[in-house]
């Protein structure tokens, strides 16, 4: 099984500053890696696919990079909208995983 | 727009089954990858079962030989048998859509809550 590995954990943020997200794949997955966002008591939402192919509807401050085994996902200009957790997910492999999730607050 | 809404949750008795149902529209559930992800109470995500296009499924340890995915192509609807519930299954379970060859998850449902507790 790949295990991903975000950090941080948890991160207390405010407006307008920018946000750094990583996750850490135990091996090689390629670009087979996607970012979602929960916000309290709803579904996930898709942020990023691909690494760092931008999804419609999606405000243009999320982004993603990296490829192999590290990735991140930038928040510029964080807004008091983006308090959530965030997630990574990989499908370089059949057993697909998530990260363990970091979770967002804004002061 | 695209739509999944998922039905019976509820509460069940460890060892007891259940059965969730995840209806589709704008989203045909036949032609695309379908997942059901779970969510523990206060916890992360984590995957549970598979269903290519081809109709390849695949399960996670966790729930291998308890819990059938399937679809209904008919009805545009995914489906989830579970059966030998027990306490750690208690989750709010979600079912999601791909459109991507990538696989990633495109559309997610509202989330179907299942508690299992005597």
């Known amino acids: 099984e790949i295990v991903l590995t975000q950090s941080p954990d948890f991160q207390s943020v405010t407006p307008k500053e920018k946000v750094t997200i990583t996750c850490r794949a135990s091996r090689s997955i390629g670009s087979s890696l996607h970012w979602y966002q929960q916000k309290a008591d709803q579904s996930p939402k898709l942020l990023i696919k691909y690494a760092s192919q931008s999804i419609s509807g999606v405000p243009s401050r999320f982004s993603g990079s990296g490829s192999g085994t590290d990735f991140t996902l930038t928040i510029n200009s964080l807004e008091a909208e983006d308090a959530a957790t965030y997630y990574c997910?990989?499908?370089?492999?059949?057993?697909?995983?998530f990260g363990q999730g970091t979770r967002l607050e804004i002061k | 727009e695209v739509q999944l809404v998922e039905t019976g949750g509820g509460l069940v008795q460890p060892g007891g089954s259940l059965r969730l149902s995840c209806a589709a529209s704008?989203?045909?559930?036949?032609?695309?990858?379908m997942i059901w992800v779970r969510q523990a109470p206060g916890k992360g995500l984590e995957w549970v079962s598979v269903?290519?296009?081809?109709?390849?499924?695949y399960y996670a340890d966790s729930v291998k030989g308890r819990f059938t995915i399937s679809r209904d192509n008919s009805k545009n609807t995914l489906s989830l048998q579970m059966n030998n519930l027990r306490a750690e299954d208690t989750a709010v379970y979600y079912c999601a859509g791909s459109l991507s060859g990538y696989y990633s998850l495109d559309y997610w449902g509202q989330g179907a809550r299942v508690t299992v507790s005597s």
């Open positions: 997910h990989q499908t370089g492999s059949i057993a697909i995983t």
């Open positions: 704008d989203f045909t559930v036949s032609n695309n990858y």
């Open positions: 269903i290519y296009s081809d109709g390849t499924t």
